[in-house]
C-alpha cells in the first residue's frame, strides 16, 4: 500500500507568505501535533472512540463473509436503506471499487446493482422501486440510531413491496445493521426475524465505513472486504507514529490545521482526479464537516468552528469550478487526490489529422493527460497563491481504499484536538430532526411540535 502526501505547495517557499506557512512554522508546531497524536491514542484506547480498533476485528469479518456466501447467487440487487453516515460509506466502496454506476456494466447474480435509498424524495423512491426485482433483491437497512425518519419510513416502503412478492420469505430477504439490543430498528428485526448486524456503540456514523455498515454491502456486492481492512490496518500502525514523514495523517492534519486557522481559509476543496474516488469525496464531506464543525471547544468556550469542505472532481471541474478557486475570494485550499496507476491507460490513437489540437494528443493517453491537467491546475493555483497539496494513492483497489477512508479519520480526528474540540458528537443535527419528529406526531417529541409551532407564529407575523 503507497499513499503519498505533498505538502509542497502548502509552503510560503512555494505559494508565497500571504497564503502560505513556513517549515519553521510547522516545526515549531510539532509538539501540538504530538499533543494531539497522544490525545487521540490515549481516547481510542480508553474506549470513547473506537474507529482505530475496527481494521483488527476479524470475527466481524468472518461473520459478515459466512453471511454474504450463504446469500450469494440470490440476488442482483442489493438495495441499502440509510443517510448521512449511514449511507456514504457503501457509496464511496461501490464507486471506488467497482466505479461510477453510469459505467458499472450489466448487473447479474456475480455482479449485483447496489441501490441506495438515501432520501425520502418520492419520486426518487417509486422509481428505485420500479427498477429492482423483488424476487432477486436483498434488502439492508442500516441506521445506528435505529429510529431515523427517513430510514424507517423507506425501509416501511420496501418492507411492504417486498412482503407483497414474497410472502413469509421476506424475512429472509432483509438483513437489519444498526447498534446491537438497542433501539426500535433492533427491536422490529429481531421482532421479525431479521439477519442482524451490530454497529459498536464507540463508533459514530461517519467513522462507521469499516463496520457492518460499509462491510455488509460492500461484501454483497463483491468486495473484498479483507483487503479492505488489511489497507486500513496498514494505515492505523502509520498514524500511531510520531514521526511525521511516516505519519502521513498527522503531517496532513497538521499542514491542513495550520493553514486554515493562521492563512484563514474556511474553505477546503477536496479534488480527486479519478471518477472513481468521487463518491469518497462526498463521504469525506461529510466526516469533514460533522465532525470539525462545532459551537464550543472543550472549555466550553464558543468558538463556531468549522471548515467547509466541497467535493469537487477533475478534470470536469476544471470547466466549472476553477474560474472561481483562483480569482474569487481567497479562502479556500485545495486537497488534489492524485491516482499513480489507473486500471487502463486510455491510449489515444495515432492516427493524425493535420489539426494541432488534434495531432499533439494522437498517440498518448488519458492516464497521461489527467496527471498533466491535474499539476498544470495545481502549478495554476499555486501561482496564483493559492494554496494547495497532493495526496496520491498508488491505485484505486480495496487496499489502498481502506487505508485512505483510515487516514482521513485520523486526519479528522488529529485536526479535532488541533481544534480542541469534540469531533464526534453532531449536536447541530439534532434540533431539525427532533422539529421532524414532532411534526410526525412522534410520541416523545411534543415539545418540539410546539416550539415549531411558535417559530411559525413568529414569521406569520412578519407582512
Ligand atoms: O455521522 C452521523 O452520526 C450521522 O450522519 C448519522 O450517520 C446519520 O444521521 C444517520 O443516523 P442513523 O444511522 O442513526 O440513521
Redesign the pocket.
Known amino acids: 500500500m503507497i499513499i503519498q502526501f505533498d505538502e509542497k505547495n502548502l509552503l510560503a517557499e512555494v505559494a508565497g507568505k500571504a497564503n502560505g506557512i513556513s517549515r519553521a512554522e510547522a516545526e515549531r508546531s510539532y509538539p501540538r501535533a504530538l499533543k494531539a497524536l497522544k490525545a487521540v491514542q490515549k481516547q481510542s484506547e480508553q474506549g470513547v472512540f473506537g474507529f482505530p480498533h475496527l481494521p483488527f476485528r476479524t470475527q466481524v469479518v468472518k461473520s459478515i463473509a459466512q453471511y454474504a456466501g450463504e446469500v450469494r447467487g440470490s440476488y442482483d440487487t442489493v438495495c441499502v436503506i440509510?443517510?448521512?453516515?449511514?449511507a456514504l460509506g457503501a457509496w464511496a466502496l461501490d464507486c471506488g471499487i467497482r466505479g461510477p454506476h453510469p459505467v458499472q456494466g450489466a448487473f447479474t447474480a456475480e455482479h449485483p446493482r447496489l441501490v441506495i435509498l438515501d432520501n425520502v424524495d418520492p419520486s426518487f423512491t417509486d422509481a428505485a422501486l420500479r427498477s429492482m426485482d423483488p424476487h432477486k433483491t436483498l434488502v439492508l437497512v442500516?441506521?445506528?440510531?435505529?429510529g431515523?425518519a427517513e430510514?424507517v419510513s423507506s425501509f416501511l416502503i420496501v418492507r411492504d413491496w417486498l412482503e407483497q412478492a414474497m410472502g413469509a420469505e421476506t424475512k429472509s430477504r432483509v438483513a437489519a445493521v444498526t447498534t446491537d439490543g438497542k433501539g426500535d430498528l433492533f427491536e422490529l428485526a429481531r421482532a421479525e426475524g431479521y439477519r442482524i448486524f451490530g454497529i459498536p456503540e464507540d463508533v459514530?456514523?461517519?467513522f462507521s465505513v469499516l463496520t457492518p455498515v460499509g462491510l455488509v454491502p460492500a461484501a454483497l456486492i463483491g468486495i473484498d472486504i479483507r483487503k479492505l481492512l488489511r489497507g486500513a490496518a496498514a494505515m492505523t500502525h502509520l498514524s500511531w507514529q510520531p514521526d511525521l514523514n511516516e505519519n502521513i495523517a498527522l503531517r496532513a492534519a497538521l499542514y491542513h490545521w495550520l493553514v486554515w486557522t493562521r492563512k484563514n481559509k474556511p474553505i477546503q476543496v477536496a479534488f480527486p482526479y479519478s471518477n472513481h474516488l468521487s463518491g469518497t469525496a462526498f463521504w469525506f464531506r461529510?466526516l469533514w464537516a460533522?465532525s470539525l464543525g462545532k459551537a464550543i471547544n472543550r472549555k466550553g468556550e464558543k468558538v463556531n468552528t468549522g471548515q467547509t469542505p466541497i467535493a469537487a472532481l477533475g478534470t470536469t471541474d476544471q470547466h466549472s469550478q476553477v474560474q472561481l478557486y483562483i480569482e474569487g475570494p481567497n479562502d479556500k485550499v485545495f486537497t488534489f487526490w492524485a491516482v499513480k496507476k489507473f486500471d487502463s491507460q486510455g491510449k489515444i490513437p495515432s492516427r493524425k489529422f493535420n489539426l494541432p489540437a488534434f495531432d499533439a494528443l494522437a498517440g498518448q493517453s488519458l492516464a497521461k493527460l489527467i496527471d498533466v491537467e491535474r499539476r498544470a491546475t495545481a502549478a495554476a493555483m499555486t501561482e496564483y497563491g493559492r494554496p494547495n497539496c497532493t495526496v496520491t494513492l498508488d491505485r484505486v483497489d480495496e487496499e489502498h481504499l481502506g487505508a485512505f477512508m483510515q487516514m482521513m479519520e485520523f486526519q479528522t480526528a488529529f485536526v479535532g484536538e488541533l481544534l480542541d474540540i469534540n469531533a464526534f458528537n453532531?449536536e447541530g443535527?439534532e434540533l431539525g430532526k427532533k422539529f421532524t419528529n414532532g411534526l410526525m406526531g412522534r410520541k416523545g417529541f411534543e415539545q418540539y411540535r410546539d416550539q415549531f409551532a411558535a417559530y411559525e407564529k413568529k414569521r406569520d407575523a412578519v407582512k
Open positions: 440509510g443517510i448521512g453516515g449511514s442500516i441506521a445506528k440510531s435505529g431515523t430510514t459514530g456514523g461517519r461529510q460533522e453532531q443535527v
